[in-house]
């Protein structure tokens, strides 16, 4: 196996995985306790809006997809906090006009999108150590400001009124949390695309909640989960000429199962 290491891209996919996982172990820790499942699933799909804008300007689809996904972000923050309108409706609208917008903006770019496919269903092998410097500048934005706000994040997590008699703003908080999703969002994308990253930003969260309910531990223990899970589902991905980013789902989504079937029956078992 270790054969694989000889080939410049199987490196970047690994350095990819490890990045990838350090953000979606920490925030999806946040996803998890604070069950804004459906909200990252909405800013996931508006942000498919940022690709569009990115073929239109002949620019990195990636340029595009930052501003893009941080505006989507705080929209979908601001609206379901504010609007009248149910949280999941607005939402569920938000959602459909980000895809709308990113599927007129590519049908308005003269020529074929060659790496459209990419984005939609990730390809971990093709990531370039372009990409890869800007993964790692957005891991360490992402480290700097959960270190920063760590305490904030963890009273907006488990407790939004206490965070409001503490004098803190539970409506910013939870727009520089989604602000963090937004980001990290945008580094999963070439690892598994965007129908599959919702998978990735709960299941190894999901997880480590399962073995401590301290926040912190959870994140280490999410991080270690992630980097396991798709290093093997790189590695048979290889071995079976099979998609990397669905073989990474299908592994973790396995052991995941899996550890829960057990779970289940282990009362059984002693009983």
Same mark, same amino acid.
């Given at each position: 196996? &270790?054969?694989?290491?000889?080939?410049?891209?199987?490196? !970047?996919?690994?350095?990819?995985?490890? &990045? $990838?996982?350090?953000? /979606?172990?920490?925030?999806?820790?946040?996803?998890?306790?604070?069950?804004?499942?459906?909200?990252?699933?909405?800013?996931?799909?508006?942000?498919?809006?940022?690709?569009?804008?990115?073929?239109?300007?002949?620019? !990195?689809?990636?340029?595009? &997809?930052? +501003?893009?996904?941080?505006?989507?972000?705080?929209?979908?923050?601001?609206?379901?906090?504010?609007?009248? @309108?149910?949280?999941?409706?607005?939402?569920?609208?938000?959602?459909?006009?980000?895809?709308?917008?990113?599927? =007129?903006?590519?049908?308005?770019?003269?020529?074929?999108? +060659?790496?459209?496919?990419?984005?939609?269903?990730?390809?971990?092998?093709?990531? +370039?150590?372009?990409?890869?410097?800007?993964?790692?500048?957005?891991?360490?934005?992402?480290?700097? @400001?959960?270190? $920063?706000?760590?305490?904030?994040?963890?009273?907006? /997590?488990?407790?939004?009124?206490?965070?409001?008699v503490a004098g803190?703003?539970?409506?910013? &908080?939870?727009?520089?949390?989604? /602000?963090? =999703?937004?980001?990290?969002? @945008?580094?999963?994308?070439?690892?598994?695309?965007?129908?599959?990253?919702?998978?990735?930003?709960?299941?190894?969260?999901?997880?480590?909640?399962?073995?401590? !309910?301290?926040?912190?531990?959870?994140?280490?223990?999410?991080?270690?989960f992630g980097i396991?899970?798709?290093?093997?589902?790189?590695?048979?991905?290889?071995?079976?000429? $099979?998609?990397?980013?669905?073989? =990474?789902?299908?592994?973790?989504?396995?052991?995941?199962?899996l550890h829960f079937?057990?779970?289940?029956?282990? +009362?059984?078992?002693?009983?």
């Amino acid at each position: 196996m &270790l054969e694989i290491l000889q080939y410049d891209f199987m490196r !970047n996919a690994i350095f990819a995985a490890i &990045l $990838a996982s350090v953000a /979606c172990g920490i925030i999806g820790v946040y996803v998890v306790v604070k069950k804004i499942v459906f909200i990252s699933g909405g800013i996931t799909h508006a942000s498919f809006g940022g690709i569009g804008l990115g073929y239109y300007l002949g620019i !990195n689809p990636l340029y595009g &997809l930052i +501003p893009f996904s941080l505006f989507s972000a705080l929209v979908m923050g601001l609206v379901s906090k504010r609007s009248k @309108v149910a949280e999941d409706t607005a939402i569920g609208i938000l959602w459909s006009l980000g895809m709308a917008i990113g599927i =007129i903006l590519i049908y308005w770019t003269p020529g074929y999108a +060659p790496d459209l496919m990419t984005y939609l269903f990730g390809n971990i092998l093709t990531v +370039p150590m372009s990409d890869i410097y800007l993964m790692l500048g957005l891991d360490a934005v992402i480290i700097f @400001v959960v270190y $920063a706000f760590y305490k904030q994040f963890m009273a907006l /997590c488990f407790d939004e009124e206490f965070t409001t008699v503490a004098g803190l703003s539970v409506e910013k &908080l939870y727009l520089l949390l989604l /602000c963090m =999703i937004a980001l990290t969002i @945008v580094l999963l994308i070439k690892i598994v695309g965007i129908i599959l990253i919702i998978a990735l930003l709960t299941m190894p969260a999901s997880l480590s909640r399962h073995y401590t !309910n301290d926040l912190g531990k959870m994140m280490y223990l999410a991080i270690f989960f992630g980097i396991i899970f798709s290093i093997v589902g790189l590695s048979l991905s290889y071995l079976f000429d $099979a998609p990397s980013g669905a073989t =990474i789902i299908l592994v973790m989504s396995s052991v995941y199962i899996l550890h829960f079937l057990y779970d289940g029956l282990k +009362p059984k078992i002693a009983a």
